[in-house]
């Protein structure tokens, strides 16, 4: 059955780094497009990046552009977001979901998400 | 960015109700509108993809319709597990804007 894991959720002071990871499992990884969704606590979901297959093309919500990579490890089967100069606004409950439509993050399946807080 | 605007923002209905959810774009969308369901606790789960498309596994008291800017979730008889949160999300452009949620909670 797919699954999707992700980890490296952390609390972190403003303007520092974390790298998420999502370990991927049941399916083909190196076939589908992949994305990150985020949701501050309470509230509602936010789309933040897609990764073609290959890694090809990426895309970026405008919020974390600049600050934020996607990245894909096929071989591991893993997707990752680096996530650079951290602010109070990013904290949230990330998570990754795999696309059942290229390029267009229609998310059928979802991880758990890994919690993120940005606080001093 | 594409504005989506659902509405209402919270309802209370009873088991057996047929309810219908709207959801607005501030431009067309043509048919990339996504439906989720999120249940406290829980990862969103996908119900309908382009407008009206259901997933496979999801109870065909489900379905969805419109095109351009204005889309509808119909639930046509509530059943105890379809009390959550539910969002609509375009395709269309990005960033692939959410709606603000609907929370659909027991009379």
């Known amino acids: 059955q797919v699954q999707l894991v992700e980890s490296g959720g952390d609390l972190v002071k403003p303007g520092g780094s974390l790298r998420l990871s999502c370990a991927a499992s049941?399916?083909?990884?190196?076939?589908?497009?992949m994305s990150w969704i985020r949701q501050a606590p309470g509230k509602g979901l936010e789309w933040i990046s897609y990764i073609s297959t290959g890694g090809t093309f990426t895309n970026y919500a405008d919020s974390v552009k600049g600050r934020f990579t996607i990245s894909r490890d096929d071989a591991k089967n893993s997707l990752f977001l680096q996530m650079n100069s951290l602010r109070a606004e990013d904290t949230a409950l990330y998570y990754c979901?795999?696309?059942?439509?290229?390029?267009?993050?229609?998310?059928?399946?979802w991880g758990q998400g890994t919690l993120v807080t940005v606080s001093s | 960015d594409f504005q989506m605007t659902q509405s209402p923002s919270s309802l209370s209905a009873s088991v057996g109700d047929r309810v219908i959810i709207t959801c607005r774009a501030s431009?067309?969308?043509?048919?990339?509108l996504n439906w989720y369901q999120q249940k406290p606790g829980r990862a969103p789960n996908l119900l309908i993809s382009?407008?009206?498309s259901l997933q496979s596994g999801v109870s065909k008291r489900f379905s969805g319709s419109g095109s351009g800017t204005d889309f509808t979730l119909t639930i046509s008889s509530l059943q105890p597990e379809d009390f959550a949160t539910y969002y609509c999300?375009?395709?269309?452009?990005?960033?692939?804007?959410f709606g603000q949620g609907t929370k659909l909670d027991i009379k």
């Open positions: 431009q067309s969308v043509d048919t990339y």
């Open positions: 049941g399916f083909t990884f190196s076939d589908y497009y």
């Open positions: 999300q375009q395709t269309y452009s990005t960033p692939f804007t």
């Open positions: 979901a795999r696309d059942l439509v290229p390029g267009r993050s229609t998310s059928d399946y």
């Open positions: 382009a407008a009206s």
